[in-house]
């Protein structure tokens, strides 16, 4: 996309930018939706100790996953669209190098159970442990799938795979309740997982992916060098990582400190509250993929973002935390009363994250990496210590406040200095 494509005004429905931003925050919303639904189900199906361990297990495999990926589904959605013949072979090295990392990872984090989080004890026996490898192992395969077919401007494959796991999970969970009531939850990860990987690599790699590579497809091209990659690859998978402990120490820490029952209400809150992070990180993911190089076409391409998802937002917060109660009693009544407030807190933080997600996307075009790490560190840090700090104080409702504050005061330090991810637009101040 040309930066003159990138400063033309033009309307949602026409506009690349825009449009696949669309398309994958839809597929984000249909996929949340059926994430409450399995969870709603979970909570019926199961007790609720056994959710908040559940939860807590897959927050787990989430952050392992995340470890071994090594901040490659960036690295794919980056630079897959320049790649051009090259394309099978970065995916494959991608998905090699993840595969053994997350391995290592997942089986280092059961060794060390007992001393860093005793209440996922359960995982440690044979069939809970080959279960939780293999799912972790899977789910870092399919988070790089998002990233290639991302980088691929496929966000309609994206929507239809998400949903389809979405669903083979629900069907699983309600299967496995009466046969594996301790380990249901997890198992329905993880054979909704390895079906959803062998259908989609079939597709990518037989009809996506062209197999011949011309004599001059390099020069044509214009792949970078793996230096290059593997520079942008290691400070973002840095920022990753933070982003990552962010994400899933919390339901964790919650556990530790608070019992499996406050856990599930938080996680639960959490659920739902994801939804509308994801809209600003679709839209993140829609400016990192077209964007084309800096000054005015990103310029514009950020405001845009900016505007029209920050109205997005606004309509979908003020209705969330409006009806919060009502959203919750989906769970039962538990959830209603003792989780409406966190939800709302989590909400509102979605606001100042559109901020955070779209100067860390302009950052990664930019090439500013440095920036990108000490974003993600910084609001990393502020968000465990603050939920270390206000869970004693105010209970389940100090990782909520923890959640707005850290947000809110990173938000608010990148606008003081947006210069720094923000180039001027001529004839508008940046």
């Not at 019926?44 to 897959?58: K, N, Q």
């Not at 589904?73 to 053994?100: E, M």
């Not at 440095?370 to 100090?398: C, D, Y």
Request: glycine letters at 10%; aromatic letters at 6%.
């Amino acid at each position: 996309m040309t930066q003159a494509q990138l400063r033309r005004p033009s309307r949602p429905g026409a506009d690349p930018l825009l449009r696949n931003g669309h398309v994958l925050t839809v597929g984000s919303l249909v996929t949340s939706a059926f994430g409450a639904g399995y969870w709603a189900l979970a909570t019926r199906r199961y007790g609720d100790a056994t959710v908040g361990r559940g939860y807590a297990a897959v927050s787990a495999l989430m952050l392992l996953s995340g470890l071994g990926q090594l901040g490659l589904g960036n690295v794919l959605v980056r630079f897959l669209p320049r790649a051009g013949h090259d394309r099978r072979a970065l995916i494959r090295v991608a998905y090699a190098a993840a595969c053994g990392a997350t391995l290592i990872a997942v089986v280092g984090f059961l060794a060390l159970i007992p001393v860093c989080a005793p209440s996922l004890g359960f995982l440690r026996h044979p069939a809970a442990g080959c279960c939780f490898v293999a799912t972790t192992v899977a789910y870092a395969l399919f988070a790089l799938q998002d990233g290639a077919l991302t980088g691929l401007r496929r966000p309609g494959l994206v929507v239809g795979k998400n949903s389809g796991f979405a669903v083979a999970k629900i069907v699983l969970v309600a299967a496995l309740a009466g046969l594996m009531p301790t380990l249901g939850i997890l198992m329905s990860w993880t054979l909704a997982l390895i079906c959803t990987l062998v259908v989609v690599d079939a597709w990518l790699f037989a009809r996506l992916l062209p197999t011949r590579r011309p004599a001059r497809a390099r020069d044509e091209s214009g792949f970078l060098p793996a230096r290059s990659i593997l520079r942008y690859a290691g400070a973002d998978y840095l920022g990753t990582l933070c982003w990552l402990a962010a994400t899933t120490l919390p339901p964790i820490i919650v556990l530790e400190h608070a019992g499996a029952r406050e856990s599930a209400y938080f996680s639960l809150a959490w659920v739902v509250a994801n939804t509308l992070y994801l809209i600003s990180l679709n839209m993140g993911a829609s400016l990192l993929v077209e964007a084309a190089g800096e000054g005015a076409g990103l310029a514009a391409g950020c405001h845009r973002v900016l505007w029209h998802t920050g109205a997005l937002l606004t309509l979908a917060i003020t209705a969330l935390v409006a009806g919060a109660p009502l959203v919750l009693r989906v769970f039962g009544p538990g959830y209603a009363r003792d989780g409406s407030t966190l939800l709302q807190l989590l909400a509102l933080s979605a606001l100042p994250h559109l901020v955070v997600a779209t100067a860390i996307s302009a950052c990664r075009v930019l090439g500013r990496m440095r920036v990108v790490v000490a974003v993600q560190a910084g609001l990393a840090t502020a968000v465990l210590a603050l939920t270390v700090v206000l869970l004693p104080v105010l209970g389940v409702l100090g990782a909520g406040v923890a959640w707005l504050g850290a947000q809110t005061a990173t938000a608010l330090a990148l606008l003081t200095a947006r210069r720094v991810w923000l180039p001027a637009t001529p004839g508008r101040p940046a």
